[in-house]
């Protein structure tokens, strides 16, 4: 007789592994220029500037043990400090707490506020990363498309008046992944009145809003509403091995995660975490760090969209990428971005077809691309591969 195989949990029946990932195993050949990957630049991560933090830290033996699970004491006191000043009010400490990569504190929140079944309300296209955790909670997930000022909150306040509760809306206010538009200060005061009037939250999801080109991103979402959660990140400003997120949220909210934390992984790393304190709290370096990038990156996105426009013409409508790590491509002649892939492969260049990111809508025309790790040499020849293997198509 053969012996039973014993199974797995059920909750991942349905879940599959990121296309992106799969893809990007695709795009690590050395010939091929990838516009695929979300990464930022590693070139432009302080590494000995973290290299003298590293020493300082390990300089003091505590730094080898537990920490406390809300995250280690002087992080904590920077964060509030900060986010005081991003949130025009202050922040109490009690209301940040700090998480492996924002990414965490997704994973969390969604234990904390939702049972199984519950609504979540996301964007179309949306961060998988963020789709993946609801799936795993068992949410019901309903999106809500974007538009160039962010969330349609038309398209919110309909499902509202067909009688939907979402039990959590999920945002990414700054610089979209993928979609690459910013929600309007308008729609920011009209989505935190909705979740006053409604009792839902909001999770306003922010790793690229210190990434701005021109003019720094509107006042968060998070300052017209207590039920909004905010979360953020060292992982694009500093380097994403710090693994070192946050959340500003109520403080019964940052209690219940704690309870989870605990049993998630105890507590964060006291030593990384005391790397990014050192170099948040150091403002004048850090300023100067954050602009630097803010540089190159606006350089990248610009010689990538003018390349773009140049390239295609009316064929495309392309965001402006006026922040953050990505554009958002849209063909309005038909082209399919899958077909397209295998020839833009052979012709030398990556990118994610929309439907990578899709919830409701198919973005079958549509892809994304990253302009961080390539030199604007690389992403116009990367464009002209682009539409080479268009022309052939
Ligand atoms: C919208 C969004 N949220 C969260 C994350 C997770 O970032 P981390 O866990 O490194 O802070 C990412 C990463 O790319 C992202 O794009």
Redesign the pocket.
Known sequence: MSQPTPPLAKRLDGMRSSAIRDLLKLTARADIISLAG?LPDAELMPRDRIAVAADAALADRSRLQYTESPGWGPLREVLAARESTRMGRTVAVDEVFV????????SLLAEVLLDPGALVVVEDPA?V??LQVFHAAGARIVAVPLDSEGMRLDALRELLAAGERPAVVHT?SNF??PGGVTMSPQRRAELGALADAYGFWVIE????GELWFDQPSPAPVATYSPNVIR??????ILA?TL???WMVAPTRVCRAVELLKQGADLCGSAFTQQIAADLLADTDWLTAHVDSIRTVYGARARALVDAVRTRFGDRVVSTDAAGGMFVWVDFTDGTDTQALLPRALEAGVAYVPGNAFAVSTDYTHSMRLCFTTSDTTALETAVDRLAKAHAES
């Not at 998480?99 to 997704?106: N, P, V």
């Not at 999801?205 to 690229?208: G, S």
């Not at 979360?231 to 694009?236: E, I």
Request: aromatic share 6%; hydrophobic share 20%; net charge neutral.
């Open positions: 979300g998480t492996h990569g924002s990414q965490q504190a997704l961060y990363g963020a990414v979209h992944n999801d922010d790793p690229y979360l953020s990140s060292t992982s694009k994403p693994r070192a997120g």
